[in-house]
């Protein structure tokens, strides 16, 4: 009830600023959002932060079957913040968040101090495949005003895929900033486990069962089994176009059912940013990678991912 409240609050709001110039009625509407990211952050036994494209609603589906088996729920319940703890008390909140607002309410630009107190799952992917990932989402997927609020193109531009990957606003050098500041700052952070999006690709329920391992679950093997097969990808893409997580909202549902671009589940390959490229253009995708104090999570510029440590802080 209280975050409908103030969601409502921020529509009532973000309406009556419609007259304000548009860098304006940005400020504010992020600073409303910013509120809603603190108080809920406040409120979370457990945080799971990631760059946007991430494979974090593939994640999130494999802990929505787990955590349905827990309270016996139906499939069709997304992990929702409290929603399975309201339901049974033993089980914890978790806020999924791109930590995108947050710091324009609290102020802190250069540090994650908001997140110092707090148990976090870091979920990391490859920059160069969530560069491109989310070229497709802001083509496909991305609401106009999303797009306003978060400096991406506007909408109704074209933009080539290798400019907009090499965008300082919106490309590959945002996903950096955002892999360095929490590699140098995730050492400060109460409790912490860190997961590759190549590591559950690789090996799904291991992943599975180090998060749940962090949240203190009392999960079975043929709880994360389960989970696995739910989450797969051939199943993945049937929930989509079925919609059955209709009733939350837009996070799985396809832009247009004809463009397989404009589905959330749209290719799960690791290192798939290639593609895309001329051997000049990976060159200069990678030289940028190399201008950075790494690897950032064991990512490096024209090499597979370092074996990770899996470890937790």
Known sequence: MLDNLSVAARYAVVGACLWLPKPRQRSI????????????????????????KSGRTWLRVMLSRVFQQLAGAGKDTMLEFDNFKRRDPTLPSLFFTHGNYLRDYTGHWDSKADFYDKKVVLLVRDPRDVAVSQ????????????????????????????DFIMSADAGLPVVLDFFEMWQRELPKVKESVVVRYEDMRADPGRELSRVL?????????????????FASYDNMKRLEQDRVFSGHGQRLLPGNKANPDSYKVRRAKVGGYRDYFDDAQLAAIDELMARRPGPLFGYLPEAEPEASARSVG
């Open 29 to 52: 509407e992020r600073w409303l959002r910013g509120r809603e990211e603190f108080s809920k952050a406040r409120r979370a036994d457990y945080i799971l932060m990631s760059f946007g």
């Open 135 to 162: 070229y497709f989402q802001w083509k496909y997927r991305m609401l106009p005003r999303k797009k306003m609020l978060n400096r991406y193109p506007p909408h109704g531009t074209e933009v080539e895929l290798f």
């Open 213 to 229: 391992e962090f949240f203190r679950l009392p999960f079975t093997e043929a709880h994360v089994e389960e989970a696995v097969a």
